[in-house]
């Protein structure tokens, strides 16, 4: 059984005085596909967006499962799923990778500002070939005294229209393989580099991604993450973090699903009597709660092994599927109980069930992760 802290709690619950903000007209800005600036704003002084980030740099320096912790708060209190995304996309994508990888000069220029929110950051890996197949990544960067010219094209860059800052991973090697791909901190004002508008899409629409043009960018050597060649290290470890703090943000939405479906069911009468009382809508909600449950210890339980320094590619594998796949089936029953008022947009419940396909899909599929899991199993 997982303890936490008073400590813990209290950052967790440092989150409640701003949760009426980070839900105003969550509805209304999905229908727009709008990104939440004002929201963002309230992130910032609320102090989540340094949960990981050293104390150095303005961060309160949090441990994996603590910011997972909090993470999965905000993934309870808040109903805007695209603002829950970008600030995972942020914190991991931009602020895991700088702090873990990056030289000190580029830890003290950028650290700041990420802990902060005073910029914001995404990366980008996925291009329009490859997906889940990362390493087929086309993107060249060339030496060229003391930059770096990075050509290609990258798509579902999450955050993207509105980053400041982006780790662009690009292949520095003609061989392929994990060996021949780098990550580089390249700025949005960076001469070559086009951010394209928003793309359409069916979820998370508060979070917007989109694609990237990279024609002759010149970004600094001193930008490189990590070191020449060794881009996968960080992409590996970057997103491990990605699935352990993305699907605790989805835990946290999805005991918020329940308990709202629990409520709904005991208060709407059909028949004469609650809903709830008919096994058949009890039972969607005990599946809904076992789901939840299962998902919740898996993740946890995959970051506490994590930090102990344990192999954790199975673990994490194992624990996006289920959390993954619970969630989507989670919003599917939500929309069931709810009946037809589940079906409009005035409860909220059909984004959620909109936005729960997204998890089957980024950071590995669910066909690639049962991939992983079968190879890890001699199969």
């Known amino acids: 059984m997982i303890s936490w802290t008073a400590d813990q709690d209290a950052l967790r619950n440092g989150l409640g005085p701003w949760l009426h903000v980070l839900n105003d007209e969550h509805v209304e800005l999905d229908a727009r596909a709008e990104f939440p600036r004002?929201?963002?704003?309230?992130?910032?002084?609320?102090?989540?967006?340094?949960?990981?980030?050293?104390?150095?740099?303005?961060?309160?320096?949090?441990?994996?499962?603590?910011t997972m912790y909090v993470l999965e708060g905000l993934?309870?209190?808040?109903?805007?799923?695209?603002?829950?995304?970008?600030?995972?996309?942020?914190?991991?994508?931009?602020?895991?990778?700088?702090?873990?990888?990056?030289?000190?000069a580029l830890r003290d220029r950028y650290l700041p500002d990420v802990a902060s929110g005073a910029v914001i950051g995404a990366h980008a890996i996925t291009e329009p070939d490859s997906g889940s197949d990362a390493l087929a990544m086309r993107t060249r960067a060339v030496r060229d005294g003391d930059h770096f010219v990075l050509t290609g094209q990258k798509a579902f860059v999450s955050n993207g229209p509105v980053a400041d800052v982006v780790v662009v991973y690009a292949r520095t090697?003609?061989?392929?393989?994990?060996?021949?791909?780098?990550?580089?901190?390249?700025e949005r004002d960076t001469p070559g580099l086009v951010v394209g508008p928003p793309t359409a899409k069916m979820g998370l629409r508060t979070s917007p991604f989109g694609e990237l043009y990279l024609d002759g960018a010149r970004v600094p050597a001193a930008n490189v993450v990590?070191?020449?060649?060794?881009?996968?290290?960080?992409?590996?470890?970057?997103?491990?973090w990605e699935i352990l703090c993305g699907f605790a943000v989805n835990a946290g939405e999805m005991r918020a699903r329940v308990d709202r479906c629990r409520e709904y069911a005991r208060g709407r009468t059909q028949f004469g009597r609650p809903i709830g009382t008919f096994q058949a809508v009890a039972h969607r909600i005990v599946d809904m709660e076992i789901g939840v449950r299962t998902a919740r210890a898996l993740l946890f339980g995959a970051a506490a092994r994590m930090a102990a320094g344990a192999t954790v590619t199975t673990d994490i594998a194992v624990a996006k599927v289920v959390a993954s796949e619970a969630n989507l089936a989670s919003a599917l029953a939500a929309v069931q109980i709810f009946g037809g008022n589940g079906y409009t947009t005035e409860y909220g419940v059909e984004k959620e069930l909109r936005n729960a396909v997204a998890g089957t899909?980024?950071?590995?599929?669910?066909?690639?992760?049962?991939?992983?899991?079968?190879?890890?199993?001699?199969l």
């Open 38 to 66: 004002a929201k963002w704003e309230a992130v910032r002084r609320a102090g989540l967006l340094g949960l990981p980030i050293g104390e150095r740099w303005g961060g309160l320096g949090q441990d994996l499962p603590t």
């Open 226 to 240: 990590g070191s020449v060649g060794g881009g996968f290290l960080v992409l590996d470890h970057v997103m491990k």
């Open 173 to 186: 090697s003609e061989q392929g393989g994990p060996l021949g791909v780098t990550a580089f901190l390249v």
């Open 75 to 104: 993934g309870e209190g808040c109903r805007d799923a695209g603002l829950n995304f970008s600030v995972t996309t942020h914190l991991v994508s931009t602020g895991i990778a700088v702090q873990r990888f990056g030289s000190p």
């Open 361 to 378: 899909i980024y950071s590995g599929t669910s066909e690639t992760q049962r991939n992983r899991i079968a190879a890890m199993l001699g």
